[in-house]
C-alpha cells in the first residue's frame, strides 16, 4: 500500500519532527517524510532531519515579508514533494486562514496541554499557575483559529507538586513524542474522519489506554 506523504513544518529544536521520522522509518509505517520545513535558519531540527536523510527546505519569512509570498512559496514546495499531510511541529509562524482553508483536515498540530484549556504561548507557565493537577498534550487538526480545531489523539500527564515549568514540560515532551506518531498512523491508516468537526477513530486494538493514563507520565518523568 502506498505510503502517506508527509511534511513537517519546524521552526526549531524538531525533537516532535524526530519522533515523526524515527516512526516512519520502522517497516510497514503506512506513512513517510517527504519534506522538512523550517522557517528559521537557525533551527536545530534541520540538522537532525538532514543527518536522517530527509530533503529540507528553508523558507524564510525574511525572504518573503508578507504572508501571501510566504505561504505561496511554501505551498510550491508542498505540491513539488507530492504532499498529502502537513504536521506541524513547533511551527512558529501562524498561518492565514487561506492556508488552513486550502489544507483542511489535511494540517495538523501538536500542542502540549489539554486542549481547549491553556491555548497560546507560555503553556506550562499557564498551568502552573492554574494549579490544575493534570496536564498533557493534543494532536489536532487545525483551524483559522490557534490551538482550535478536531481532536485527533490526547495523553494526561501529572502535575506533580515541586514542578516548574521546565520539568513539566519534560515530562509531557516524552508524552508529545508517542502521541504524534500514533496519531499519524491512525490518519494514514485511514482510522480518522471528521464529523461535525469532531474526529471519529476507529481505535480498535490500540492500546490507548496506557497513553492516557497519567500513571505513564509518573514512569516517563523517572
Ligand atoms: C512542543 O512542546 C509542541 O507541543 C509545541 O512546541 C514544542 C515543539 O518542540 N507546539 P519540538 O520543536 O518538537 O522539540
Not at 524515527?22 to 510497514?28: I, Q, S, T
Not at 494549579?131 to 495523553?155: L, N, W
Amino acid at each position: 500500500m502506498a505510503r502517506l506523504k508527509v511534511a513537517v513544518l519546524i521552526s526549531g529544536r524538531g525533537s516532535n519532527m524526530g519522533a515523526l521520522i524515527d516512526a516512519c522509518a520502522v517497516p510497514d509505517f503506512p506513512a513517510e517524510i517527504v519534506l522538512v520545513v523550517s522557517n528559521r535558519a537557525d533551527a536545530a531540527g534541520l540538522e537532525t532531519a538532514k543527518a536522517a536523510g530527509v530533503p529540507t527546505a528553508l523558507i524564510g519569512h525574511r525572504d518573503d515579508p508578507d504572508r501571501a509570498s510566504f505561504e505561496a512559496a511554501l505551498n510550491a514546495a508542498l505540491d513539488a514533494a507530492g504532499v498529502e499531510l502537513v504536521c506541524l511541529a513547533g511551527f512558529m509562524r501562524l498561518l492565514t486562514a487561506d492556508f488552513v482553508r486550502r489544507w483542511h483536515d489535511r494540517l495538523i498540530n501538536i500542542h502540549p496541554s489539554l486542549l481547549p484549556a491553556f491555548k497560546g504561548l507560555h503553556t506550562h507557565e499557564q498551568v502552573l499557575s492554574a494549579g490544575v493537577r493534570i496536564t498533557g498534550c493534543t494532536v489536532h487538526f487545525v483551524r483559522a483559529e490557534m490551538d482550535d480545531g478536531p481532536i485527533i489523539v490526547q495523553a494526561a500527564v501529572p502535575v506533580l507538586p515541586d514542578d516548574d515549568a521546565e520539568r513539566l514540560a519534560a515530562r509531557v515532551l516524552r508524552v508529545e513524542h508517542q502521541c504524534y506518531p500514533l496519531a499519524l498512523r491512525l490518519i494514514a491508516e485511514g482510522r480518522v474522519r471528521v464529523e461535525n468537526e469532531r474526529v471519529i477513530l476507529d481505535a480498535s486494538g490500540d492500546g490507548l489506554a496506557s497513553l492516557v493514563n497519567p500513571a505513564a507520565g509518573i514512569r516517563a518523568a523517572k
